[in-house]
């Protein structure tokens, strides 16, 4: 369609499950979301699954289901998009994993934060570079990120071990999750050495004093080999931009041809810059077909297992995200918006699962249903699904009218 502008809104794990505490409700339906009800009252709701079978549902894999890659063919794993995003070229033998700061407990014997406090990106390079130092090597390669998520690069190294996402063990034992299969040995060395180094260094012993969560141990997961992914454009036709304060999303937009756009004081948390995003948002759109803003906070409260925080986060996403970006489209003309999470991470559970996901779409050529709320009612009465769910996007940019 000629002039056509489309923005993707995702808040990522933001659907959940019924709540006792919630009187059998979950925290989409009992947080204040106007804009998204309008959304869907104005134009259509349905739901996605976005995660295939046999995958983890992980933000790496829904999200690129969300942007209409079928991650069964040429997808190798999570770390290696955030190498890319970090401006790292990886080699055809190297083996990239994530790498967490957490905390365990004083006993390093239990996971009692996988986000090791929140702590700050500043703090966080430090004890990077410092474990670079200590630990790095001509095989092992430490890169910092953004506050507890960094990047390990393993050269040469063996695919054959599996590891565990550390907000999946949150209050559990670790030795039981550590890296296990013929590969594992070197990276589960690395992961025990690291609790002695980082535990009495000085920015430690100082969150210590501050009643701040100490970064005493790093936590390896996520490992995968350079990917091979089609770019947005040739697929679609369409150019791209992205928004987000974590390195995968920014590694997902590297690997798929899309710019990246770095909006100042964007943190992954209930404290992100969500005006920057709007303003971020808008001006991309002068430059491209296509805007993807991703909003981490949601997940987040949801591995904390806060309920409070998710329905702050999912109130902030719809009033301060999708309201003001959703009010300027509709002065524009020809627009499309959807908005949805990637997966759900239920309060419950505190990780993520494979259910499918409610969205809502409004805009050119899209007819409104009869539903009138956003939430996980969707599940049932929404009017169009798609599973797989990386069809969504076709529809989304498609010339039909969608809907009715």
């Known amino acids: 369609m000629l002039d056509m502008k489309y923005v993707v809104l995702l808040g990522d794990g933001m659907s959940d499950r019924p709540l006792p505490e919630l009187d059998g409700r979950t925290p989409l339906m009992v947080a204040r979301t106007p804009n998204l009800d309008r959304m869907v009252q104005n134009g259509v709701g349905g739901w996605s699954l976005n995660t295939p079978d046999g995958y983890y549902p992980g933000?790496?894999?829904?999200?690129?289901?969300?942007l209409g890659y079928d991650v069964t063919q040429g997808y190798s794993g999570r770390s290696p998009l955030e190498a890319a995003a970090m401006g790292i070229t990886l080699a055809a033998d190297d083996l990239a994993f994530r790498c967490n700061l957490v905390t365990l407990d004083e006993q390093f014997s239990r996971m009692a934060d996988f986000a090791a406090g929140h702590i700050s990106t500043d703090e966080a390079a430090q004890l990077i570079s410092f474990l670079d130092r200590e630990l790095g090597s001509e095989t092992f390669a430490f890169s910092p990120g953004v506050s507890y998520r960094h990047l390990l690069v393993w050269h040469g190294g063996g695919t054959d071990l599996k590891t565990v996402p550390p907000h999946d063990i949150s209050g559990q034992r670790v030795q039981?999750?550590?890296p296990s299969g013929p590969d594992a040995a070197p990276i589960r060395t690395l992961m025990e050495k690291s609790q002695r180094i980082l535990q009495d260094h000085e920015i430690n012993r100082k969150r210590v004093a501050l009643g701040k969560k100490p970064a005493n141990a790093i936590w390896l997961w996520g490992q995968g080999r350079k990917p091979r992914l089609s770019l947005f454009a040739d697929l679609y036709g369409k150019t791209g931009g992205m928004i987000s304060a974590v390195d995968l999303m920014h590694g997902i937009a590297v690997n798929i041809g899309f710019e990246r756009i770095i909006v100042p004081g964007t943190t992954g948390w209930l404290d992100t810059n969500y005006e920057g995003k709007v303003a971020g948002c808008l001006d991309g759109l002068k430059r491209h077909d296509l805007m993807f803003v991703h909003v981490e906070a949601p997940d987040e409260a949801g591995h904390e297992g806060r309920l409070d925080y998710k329905i702050k986060a999912?109130?902030?996403?719809?009033?301060?995200?999708?309201?003001?970006i959703v009010a300027d489209l509709e002065k524009r003309g020809n627009f499309r918006v959807l908005s949805l999470p990637d997966h759900p991470t239920p309060i419950a559970s505190r990780t993520h699962n494979s259910d499918p996901v409610p969205f809502a779409l409004l805009g050119t050529g899209v007819m409104p249903d009869q539903n009138m709320a956003y939430d996980e009612t969707l599940l049932e009465k929404g009017s169009i699904s798609f599973t797989p769910g990386f069809h969504l996007m076709a529809s989304f940019l498609g010339r039909d009218i969608i809907g009715g």
């Open 314 to 324: 999912i109130e902030d996403f719809d009033q301060r995200l999708v309201g003001p």
């Open 176 to 178: 039981d999750y550590f």
């Open 59 to 66: 933000s790496d894999v829904a999200n690129l289901g969300v």
